[in-house]
């Protein structure tokens, strides 16, 4: 598996995982303590993530 691609998986599951700890926050659920302010910076930052990932696994093309 190319390099590229394993680096583009990892940050699309911390993208993810950035996104529900943010979607959870901004809810109020699971005793986070971030007000809804602060509840959108590990969300945003999540999504960037997440769009990383995805464009890097895209545009890696494989070779054998």
Request: charged share 10%; glycine share 16%.
């Amino acid at each position: 598996m190319n390099q590229k691609r394993t680096f583009g998986t990892v940050l699309t599951i911390l993208g993810i995982l950035g996104i529900i700890i943010g979607a959870l926050a901004f809810l109020g659920i699971g005793n986070l303590g971030l007000s809804k302010l602060n509840s959108a910076v590990p969300f945003i930052v999540g999504l960037i993530f997440f769009m990383a990932g995805i464009n890097l696994v895209k545009t890696t093309g494989d070779r054998a």
